[in-house]
């Protein structure tokens, strides 16, 4: 990140002797000269440090004078066997890198895999620590000696830029068809042959095929995504009927074309971490043919621009392209020009590769704006693995998230490392990728492991995996249940509430209970160390389990049913559900056979979605509850807040009942009522409860401050009633700005717990 060439050059600024170099602990300076200028040396660390320098602390110490020091100097990196240093993430291509890829004039004219210390790869590519270029997937690239003179010279912005290549000596990237041999070298040798590999590149998107692109972080799939003929046939592929993709545009007037963009949405879209941000889209006809079939059924859509220098290159002004996820659905993305080869060939017709090894995959990272404030959706490229700061230090902590959106987290000293996103942990392949990631953390973080935690569900393939690692090493495995996980990932977030009690509202669509019972629509008395159920959502029953999940009539009608609301068919969910269906889903709830007890707030978002008629079966996980904020959110100030309103019980855990309001919802279907006012007084009952709710607890102990997480909570219309409610009735409301709401903060609430009970 260029410290060491900025501590040089600010001690000859300042004409101060001794040395800097980078060990496991962090940097290491050792100063000389007159004690104001090293004062002044001071002052200037953290005010005029490098723009991807985070400085956690600085602990200055006197030692004797050194007599026969005469200059200022860069020593060599050091390793220690038991300390670590946080890793930088990937980040985005620099303005000066950027100046030189558009510069025909420069060496570096349009080079895929410009770079220097303030820029480019860094996780992705480190196998170990100190970063050093031997122990990258650089080591392999013999520096030219233009390059090597940069790298050698404190005073050049490429000094011991780890990845810094040319054409000269560095990767190339090249061109195939699907039916070539992946593994045969077809790359450029000088600039004509780049263009003609970018030309064909472009020219596979023009026709109309599927492109299979290697990034920083893993493989895309890559298309036009103004023809829908070829986001059809990705759809078709991968197996991803309406699921939302990503776009990828040249820059921020094409952006604007077709989404509106605030400024903090703007701020966010041009930030180094270059994250897909989701934005609404702009009511435009010319551009309503692609966002429906990029993002059907969806108010939002993905968009992130150029973060690499291919990205540059490949991106088109006006022209955007889809850049998904370059993985067979449900498996990790692809890391290797062989697992391409073998793992994508039937869903891309061609790619676009190169021989810089990746040796850490890591994601596009994802995020909403809700007002100023960013909310994570999924933490990955640009952000893994920063540290989360605990604010005191603990034992050495593996915790391997839960079995959707997996994240894993170790924890060393007083610092959290959360992974990046590794995926739904569904199949063997993505478990084997969890594995080689966490044996890459501990190594890298050099953590000394007491405890290993996981999800209470016991049939979690973390969990099990995460029992049999324990047993291996020795220590004891340690169950959390999964709404306190929750809870403590957002306490984990503001350190300064660490020891204070919070109201934890958490909303989600599933979470094993400790009393067996699927959880999800939870009020939690909580601290990092325990927790008390102090308020949920009613039971309901869940037929079928996944089957429910997957068509949400069957949870709307299982609801229905708890709260003795007939079937009639006026209601679209009734319609929905195939009458032989039907006759056998009434028997199954007569007999509570195969249901599981659920008092899931995400579930009760599918049964409305259905019950208004909105979405009968999903494609992808949450499509239902989108598609209700979505209506609703076109339509907030029409409805009566007070349309429609939960039952709150006084017994202990206090039981929040829907009886009324479901009631309410079916007569209006009967009217035919417009189902944006149902959705949105939906909306509004939710919040008010949760404020009622709060104000139960907060007379019963005290607690000024509520807490919001779980995936209902990427929610933002709800977020946003919720928050000004509760403001309000003077509340403090904290919600997730480091982690996300939903499984993927998982990872960090449970290592916080487990260090707490070790």
């Not at 100023?372 to 893994?384: E, H, M, T, W």
């Not at 949450?622 to 959110?633: D, R, V």
């Not at 009217?671 to 907060?698: C, K, P, S, T, Y």
Request: proline fraction near 5%.
């Amino acid at each position: 990140m260029g410290f060491r060439p900025f501590i040089w050059r600010r001690a000859h600024e300042l004409e101060l002797t001794g040395w800097v170099r980078n060990d496991s602990s962090g940097v290491t300076i050792e100063i000389q000269g007159p004690d104001e200028r090293m004062e002044a040396f001071l002052s200037g660390l953290v005010d005029s440090a490098p723009p991807l320098a985070i400085i956690d602390s600085i602990k200055p110490m006197e030692i004797p004078a050194a007599r026969d020091e005469s200059s200022f100097t860069i020593l060599q990196s050091s390793a220690q066997a038991d300390q670590s240093t946080p890793i930088s993430p990937d980040v985005a291509t620099c303005s000066d890198c950027l100046r030189e890829l558009c510069d025909n004039r420069d060496r570096r004219y349009r080079y895929p895999f410009i770079n220097c210390t303030g820029c480019g790869p860094r996780f992705t590519i480190i196998k170990d620590i100190p970063y050093d270029r031997p122990l990258t997937t650089m080591k392999s690239f013999v520096m030219c000696s233009t390059c090597q003179q940069e790298y050698d010279d404190p005073s050049d912005r490429r000094f011991h830029a780890q990845p810094n290549a040319c054409r000269a000596c560095g990767p190339r990237i090249w061109f195939v068809s699907s039916y070539e041999d992946l593994r045969a070298f077809e790359g450029w040798r000088d600039a004509d042959d780049l263009e003609r590999t970018l030309d064909s590149f472009q020219s596979e998107i023009d026709r109309g095929g599927i492109v299979a692109v290697k990034g920083i972080g893993g493989f895309h799939l890559a298309c036009d995504a103004n023809n829908e003929n070829a986001i059809d046939e990705l759809r078709a592929r991968k197996g991803r009927i309406d699921k939302p993709f990503a776009l990828l545009v040249a820059d921020m007037e094409t952006a604007w074309s077709f989404a509106v963009i605030g400024e903090g949405e703007q701020k966010m879209l041009q930030e180094q971490q270059r994250p897909i941000v989701l934005l609404r889209k702009r009511d435009d006809a010319d551009w309503k043919p692609m966002l429906d079939s990029v993002a059907p059924g969806n108010d939002f859509v993905g968009v992130m621009l150029p973060y690499s220098p291919l990205h540059y290159l490949i991106a088109v002004s006006g022209s955007p392209l889809v850049m998904t996820s370059g993985n067979v659905s449900d498996e990790p993305i692809v890391r290797t020009n062989l697992e391409a080869r073998q793992r994508l060939a039937a869903l891309a017709d061609s790619f676009l590769l190169h021989d810089r090894e990746i040796h850490s995959v890591c994601d596009d990272s994802v995020v909403r704006m809700v007002g100023d404030r960013v909310l994570p959706i999924r933490r990955s490229r640009g952000y893994a693995p920063l540290p989360v700061s605990l604010g005191k230090k603990g034992p050495g902590v593996l915790a391997v998230g839960g079995e959707l959106k997996a994240t894993f987290c170790v924890c060393k000293g007083s610092y959290a490392y959360v992974s990046q996103h590794i995926g739904d942990m569904g199949n063997v392949e993505t478990l084997e990728a969890l594995r080689y990631n966490i044996e890459h953390f501990l190594k890298i973080f050099r953590v000394d492991l007491a405890g290993v935690a996981a999800d209470l569900h016991p049939g979690y393939l973390s969990t099990s995996w995460a029992k049999r690692f324990a047993d291996s090493m020795g220590v004891p495995l340690i169950g959390v249940q999964h709404h306190f996980a929750h809870a403590a990932s957002l306490i984990a977030e503001t350190p300064e509430h660490s020891d204070d009690p919070l109201i934890a509202c958490c909303f989600d669509g599933t979470g094993y209970g400790t009393d067996g019972a699927i959880w999800g629509g939870e009020f939690l008395i909580a601290t990092s160390r325990a927790f008390t159920r102090a308020a949920h959502l009613q039971y309901f029953p869940l037929p079928g389990g996944d089957a429910s999940i997957r068509r949400p009539y069957r949870t709307a009608l299982a609801n229905l049913w708890a709260n003795d609301i007939s079937w009639d068919e006026h209601l679209p969910c009734t319609t929905a559900c195939p009458t032989n269906e039907r006759s056998l889903l009434k028997q199954q709830l007569a007999k509570s056979f195969n249901c599981s007890e659920t008092s899931s707030m995400g579930r009760l978002f599918d049964a409305v979605a259905s019950l208004i008629g909105l979405r009968h079966e999903v494609t992808y996980e949450a499509q239902a509850a989108m598609e209700l904020e979505a209506a609703a959110s076109g339509a907030i100030e029409a409805a009566d807040p007070r349309r429609y309103a939960f039952e709150i019980q006084s017994e202990r855990p206090i039981k929040i009942g829907c009886k009324s309001l479901m009631r309410k919802i079916a007569q209006d279907v009967r009217r035919g009522e417009d189902r944006h006012i149902m959705a949105v007084a939906f909306h509004h009952a939710v919040a008010n409860m949760v404020v009622d709710v709060a104000q139960r607890l907060r007379s019963e102990t005290g607690i000024r401050t509520v807490g919001l997480t779980g995936g209902v909570f990427q929610n933002v219309l709800l977020a946003q009633l919720v928050e000004q409610r509760l403001a309000e009735k003077n509340f403090a409301t904290l919600q997730h700005q480091i982690v996300p709401p939903n499984d993927g903060g998982l990872a960090l609430g449970q290592a916080v717990i487990a260090r707490c009970q070790l």
